[in-house]
């Protein structure tokens, strides 16, 4: 089974950027990728795909601010976050769509 190992996160203020990576233990060649996260007491919110084809697709609400993008060479897949609000304070996931099983995750804080 592949494993997935998400990093990247951290404390930043509003308006700055991070940069979260993916990297899975086995090929995710031709597979679509996704990022999720998770806030305090919600569940989890797929935010962006990339299919095997680099087509991607955010949610309305990340649109314009954040980018996925994948190194199949790497078995890894990013999100590139820009203009971060404090609502887009989570832990974020990535997953295969059909799913691996899910890595840990990774913290995203934004706040002042």
């Known amino acids: 089974q592949v494993q997935l190992v998400e990093s990247g996160g951290g404390l930043v203020q509003p308006g700055g950027s991070l940069r979260l990576s993916c990297a899975a233990s086995?090929?995710?060649?031709?597979?679509?990728m996704s990022w999720y996260r998770q806030a305090p007491g919600t569940q989890r919110e797929l935010v962006a795909t990339?299919?095997?084809?680099?087509?991607?697709i955010y949610v309305d609400s990340i649109k314009g601010r954040f980018t996925i993008s994948r190194d199949n060479a790497k078995n890894t897949v990013y999100l590139q976050m820009n203009s971060l609000k404090p609502e887009d304070t989570a832990v974020y996931y990535c997953?295969?769509?059909?799913?691996?099983?899910w890595g840990q995750g990774t913290q995203v804080t934004v706040s002042s």
């Open positions: 997953n295969a769509r059909p799913p691996f099983n």
């Open positions: 086995g090929s995710i060649y031709n597979r679509a």
């Open positions: 990339i299919t095997g084809g680099s087509t991607t």
